[in-house]
């Protein structure tokens, strides 16, 4: 048994979604921790566009069985579009392929409300939010006022705990002009998402030890980004979860010895959406180009990616938090043919160069990052199936990129097709076999 660790190294959408479906093959189980359908996992498969929200990116192999930990929030609605689109698809999605923890908590009507009066009121502060209740509902979490996953199963429970929240809410819907809830009328309908959901729900920390000691290997999949993460991110422009990979144990309740290896997925350059401080951005036409080539724009809200160079102090930071053992680097592509190729291996602050990446946003709102020039290469990259055949130059790129990070590249993503893939490093075979992916996804 070998389980693995997917996650990203930056502020998301570094192309998890392709990387996880990728190695599907190689476990039984892929496995959610955290966040809510504020995540946007596309995976691209014989020219299909497949774009996942709350559902794990295993879920297009028949025979993985996916798993939603109590560390998620779920809002039913949300849940059940996502299930009813893959099944319109063909892709199975009942609960025979998706198990949800009780542990996890509901995204209520009241979240998304309150949400937007919360960025209304932080004016040009605002976070720049999905806005779709996520932050509330891990705010009500904290607060001890959540309505969980398992309280679908008993109907008076859920009921009280609804009227609770309704009442504990009153007042600030109030203060802030929204209309009063009506706890009676969103009974109801949770009432009704309780029959539907009821199927899918189990005790995840035990279905995943049961499973473990049959020797069945599980991909435990992040959302969101290093950077985003609620405790190790640039606080407060961060989501509410904890992406970063000791998250992995409390969103699944799975002992950390249980995690047998972990895999940052790592973008040849740097995207962020919402606000916060972002040192390597580029606001010229370089920035829009490589947003256009990369086709940077958000698979949930739409919104326009702000980009900019790739970031070795954020990267390298993110390999310390998550004790990462490899990387995927992914969507170099977009860079061929750009020429040289800006590096950022350090930043000023106040006259000091900084190695480590600050954790205070009003000083990474101040460095200005220190760049290396790297030799770009002209060719494309796509159609390379071996190391052998990238070009020299991207070769050369890699190694500066790996001695900056102090961690080795594994893999590398040319373009968004799984066979569009090149694997490096073979001492991943102690967890994944190449060529049991490449056999299984048909590359
Ligand atoms: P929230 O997760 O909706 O609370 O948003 C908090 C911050 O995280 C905002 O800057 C969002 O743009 C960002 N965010 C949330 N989910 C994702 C994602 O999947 N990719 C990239 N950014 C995200």
């Known amino acids: 048994m070998a389980n693995l660790l997917v996650l990203g190294t930056q502020w998301g959408d570094e192309g998890k979604g392709k990387i996880v479906d990728l190695l599907t093959p190689a476990f039984d189980i892929v496995a959610r921790y955290q966040g809510g359908h504020n995540a946007g996992h596309t995976v691209w498969v014989r020219g299909r566009k497949i774009v996942l929200h709350l559902i794990p990116s295993g879920i297009?192999?028949?025979?993985?069985?996916?798993?939603?930990?109590?560390?998620?929030?779920?809002?039913?609605?949300?849940?059940?579009?996502?299930?009813?689109?893959?099944?319109?698809?063909?892709?199975?999605?009942?609960?025979?392929?998706?198990?949800?923890?009780?542990?996890?908590?509901?995204i209520m009507p009241w979240h998304p409300l309150s949400e937007k009066v919360s960025e209304d009121r932080r004016g040009d502060k605002r976070i720049g939010t999905t806005c779709r209740g996520i932050g509330p509902a891990y705010e009500d979490k904290a607060?001890?006022?959540?309505?969980?996953?398992?309280?679908?199963?008993?109907?008076?429970?859920?009921?009280?705990?609804i009227v609770d929240a309704v009442a504990a809410k009153a007042s600030l819907f109030r203060a802030s002009g929204l209309p009063a809830l009506d706890p009676e009328a969103i009974y109801r309908e949770y009432a009704g998402w309780a029959e539907k959901l009821g199927p899918y729900l189990r005790d995840v920390s035990e279905l995943l030890d049961e499973r473990m000691k049959l020797g069945q290997n599980v991909?435990?999949?992040?959302?969101?980004?290093?950077?985003?993460?609620?405790?190790?991110?640039?606080?407060?422009?961060?989501?509410?979860?904890?992406?970063?990979?000791?998250?992995?144990?409390?969103?699944?309740?799975?002992?950390?010895?249980?995690?047998?290896?972990?895999?940052?997925?790592?973008k040849a350059y740097t995207t962020r959406v919402g606000s916060g401080p972002f040192p390597t951005e580029l606001s010229d036409e370089m920035g829009r180009t490589i947003a256009k080539r990369g086709d940077e724009f958000g698979a949930t809200t739409g919104r326009a990616r702000r980009c900019g160079w790739?970031?070795?102090?954020?990267?390298?930071?993110?390999?310390?938090?998550?004790?990462?053992?490899?990387?995927?680097?992914?969507?170099?592509?977009?860079?061929?043919?750009?020429?040289?190729?800006?590096?950022?291996?350090?930043?000023?602050?106040?006259?000091?160069?900084?190695?480590?990446?600050?954790?205070?946003?009003?000083?990474?709102?101040?460095?200005?990052?220190?760049?290396?020039?790297l030799p770009g290469w002209p060719g494309s990259l796509h159609g390379a199936a071996e190391p052998e055949a990238l070009p020299r130059a991207f070769a050369d790129y890699m190694r500066v990129l790996e001695d900056l990070i102090e961690t080795k590249v594994?893999?590398?993503?040319?373009?968004?097709e799984r066979g569009e893939t090149v694997f490096i490093d073979e001492e991943l075979r102690g967890i994944v076999d190449p060529a049991k992916v490449r056999a299984a996804v048909g590359v």
């Not at 930990?69 to 579009?81: D, S, T, Y």
């Open 143 to 161: 607060a001890r006022l959540g309505v969980r996953a398992g309280d679908l199963t008993d109907l008076g429970v859920l009921r009280e705990k």
């Open 219 to 266: 991909l435990f999949e992040g959302a969101q980004g290093t950077l985003l993460d609620l405790d190790h991110g640039t606080y407060p422009y961060v989501t509410s979860s904890s992406s970063t990979a000791g998250g992995a144990a409390t969103g699944l309740g799975v002992g950390p010895r249980m995690i047998h290896g972990v895999l940052g997925i790592t």
């Open 60 to 106: 297009l192999h028949p025979g993985t069985l996916c798993v939603i930990g109590n560390g998620l929030v779920i809002a039913p609605a949300a849940f059940f579009k996502e299930t009813g689109d893959l099944e319109g698809q063909g892709v199975g999605a009942g609960p025979d392929r998706v198990a949800v923890s009780r542990g996890a908590h509901l």
């Open 310 to 373: 790739f970031d070795a102090v954020a990267v390298r930071y993110a390999c310390r938090v998550n004790g990462i053992d490899r990387i995927a680097l992914t969507k170099p592509d977009v860079l061929a043919g750009l020429g040289d190729i800006p590096v950022c291996t350090g930043y000023r602050y106040r006259g000091q160069v900084l190695r480590s990446f600050p954790s205070e946003p009003w000083i990474l709102k101040e460095v200005i990052p220190e760049y290396r020039s």
């Open 410 to 416: 594994a893999i590398v993503s040319t373009g968004v």
